[in-house]
């Protein structure tokens, strides 16, 4: 069955990076695209980006380019999200998520929550 | 960016009763791309509609989706138990994929 296995929380004070992976298993990790998503506390989805694990290739929203780096291994079916620069605003629960070509994210990770403070 | 705005921001109903939800896009969504997804809390969401009208494997067909161009809409048949969460549209024909605010359900 297909599984999104996420790592552990993290805490990070203001100005440092953070790297979340997500590990597939149960399709072929190269053949469909993978999103990052995060959601702060008490408000909705924020989409981050996407990364093609096949190429390599990535798509940042704009809000967070610069900032965000997302990376794949295909030898272990890995994608990552790395964030610079955090502030508390980045606090936040963080989700690699899917997508099914065209028909919406069908399976997520279960989540990292990431909490910045001093 | 297309903005998505949802409404109610809650719905209070009693189990049985229909709930019907509604995703405002501030720009035609292109290809009716536009998703509804579940979240409880301390989960993450759950595919429920792609495509505007097509249920994602193993909804239950009390979820039913319609519209197109920048007017969309959730209807929960009878409500379950287990339908008290809160609810979100995305559309992802465009960069940004964006997500609405959500729209909670609660007992009434």
């Known amino acids: 069955q297909v599984q999104l296995v996420q790592s552990g929380a993290e805490v990070k004070k203001p100005g440092a990076s953070v790297k979340v992976s997500c590990k597939a298993s149960g399709y072929k990790f190269t053949a469909y695209y993978m999103h990052w998503v995060r959601q702060a506390p008490g408000q909705g989805p924020e989409w981050m980006g996407w990364l093609n694990p096949d190429s390599g290739g990535t798509n940042y929203a704009q809000e967070f380019q610069g900032r965000v780096t997302m990376t794949g291994d295909t030898s272990i079916s890995t994608a990552y999200m790395e964030l610079t620069s955090l502030t508390s605003d980045d606090t936040a629960t963080y989700y690699c998520?899917?997508?099914?070509?065209?028909?919406?994210?069908?399976?997520w990770g279960q989540g990292t929550l990431v909490t910045v403070s001093s | 960016e297309i903005v998505l705005t949802q409404s109610p921001g809650t719905l209070s109903l009693s189990p049985g009763e229909r709930a019907t939800l509604s995703c405002r896009a501030s720009q035609s969504v292109s290809n009716s791309y536009l998703a509804w997804y579940q979240q409880k809390p301390g989960q993450a969401p759950r595919l429920l509609i792609y495509g505007a009208s097509s249920r994602a494997t193993g909804i239950p067909d009390r979820f039913s989706g319609s519209g197109s161009g920048t007017d969309f809409t959730l209807t929960i048949g009878r409500l379950e138990p287990e339908d008290f969460a809160v609810y979100y549209c995305q559309q992802y024909g465009t960069s940004p994929r964006t997500f609405g605010q959500g729209t909670k359900v609660e007992i009434k």
């Open positions: 998520a899917r997508d099914l070509g065209l028909r919406g994210f069908d399976y």
